[in-house]
């Protein structure tokens, strides 16, 4: 489940009295453990069952519940690391410490952000398809194709070699070569690519494993993927001084991915490590 003030703010299927309801939640998270439906009804000029609609439109059983959950997030916020703007987490006036400590206070607020929208079952699906396929491409663009490099440079540690599939303008030639036995990973924050469109409907006519990574939960990219693994985050597609949230929140995504296959074969791997080591530092490829 996303977390609650997500849900709140993304009103795409609200009513127009659910939307008032929910702005007024917005401007006001800390006074909502203290207050009763009826006092929230009349603030809002709404109703109970109106307040109850909304709540179980996003997943809660009723009020309550949801009063328990904001209140636990309100809690556990006071306590954590300041809140940074996503698109422009510093300002001029600031200097070189403040603004290391506005990215760090960004960087850890997306880890835990990014960790809260995960789920086990989830990880396994996308862990096994992975390790089961006979070749992985990887589709990624810009920033995302530099994480994409990483998870890449990662894998080849634990003898797993995937492939940049856009590395040199190839993607759909190397589109029309995948088989069933292969994977298609795609990563893409705002998951609006118009030629992934046209690759991943391929893909899912042919019975091709794809897997997508994205930030947008609207997606047109979402029903043709396999596995669906959404982000959310407080950055907006253009204006924004850096793709900061989002590429730490895939960073952090393949770096878990990376690690769960290793752990599939830990002591294999560590077994690899070691012989590998001894060979660049004491055999023919040592320096």
């Not at 396999?226 to 204006?239: G, H, N, P, S």
């Not at 995504?253 to 290793?262: E, N, P, R, V």
Request: aromatic fraction near 12%; glycine fraction near 2%; charge should be neutral.
């Amino acid at each position: 489940m996303l977390l609650v003030l997500d849900q709140l703010k993304d009103q795409h299927n609200f009513t127009q009295t659910e939307k008032r309801i929910a702005d007024y939640i917005l401007q006001h998270p800390s006074k909502i453990s203290t207050i009763y439906i009826e006092d929230l009804a009349k603030l809002t000029y709404t109703s109970h069952s109106a307040i109850i609609r909304l709540c179980k439109k996003i997943g809660f059983t009723g009020f309550r519940e949801f009063k328990i959950a904001l209140s636990t997030l309100v809690h556990s916020q006071l306590y954590t690391a300041e809140q940074v703007n996503a698109n422009f987490p510093f300002d001029e006036a600031d200097s070189p410490m403040t603004i290391a400590k506005k990215m760090a206070d960004l960087t850890t607020e997306t880890v835990k952000k990014t960790f809260a929208q995960l789920n086990d079952e989830l990880l396994s699906q996308i862990v096994t398809t992975l390790a089961q396929a006979q070749r992985v491409f990887l589709f990624a663009r810009g920033d995302s194709q530099i994480r994409a490099r990483s998870f890449q440079n990662k894998l080849i540690k634990i003898n797993k070699f995937y492939i940049l599939a856009e590395e040199y303008s190839d993607g759909y030639w190397n589109a029309a070569s995948l088989t069933k036995k292969d994977c298609a990973l795609f990563i893409s924050y705002s998951g609006i690519v118009p030629q992934y469109d046209r690759i991943m409907e391929h893909f899912h006519q042919e019975k091709i494993p794809t897997i997508l990574l994205t930030g947008n939960k609207q997606s047109t990219l979402l029903p043709f993927a396999e596995k669906a693994l959404i982000t959310i985050q407080e950055e907006y597609d253009f204006a924004k001084i850096g793709t900061f949230s989002s590429q730490v929140a895939f960073e952090y995504i393949l770096d878990t991915l990376f690690s769960i296959l290793y752990a599939q074969e830990y002591r294999q791997n560590l077994l690899s490590l070691k012989e590998k080591q001894h060979l660049l530092q004491n055999g023919l490829l040592s320096d």
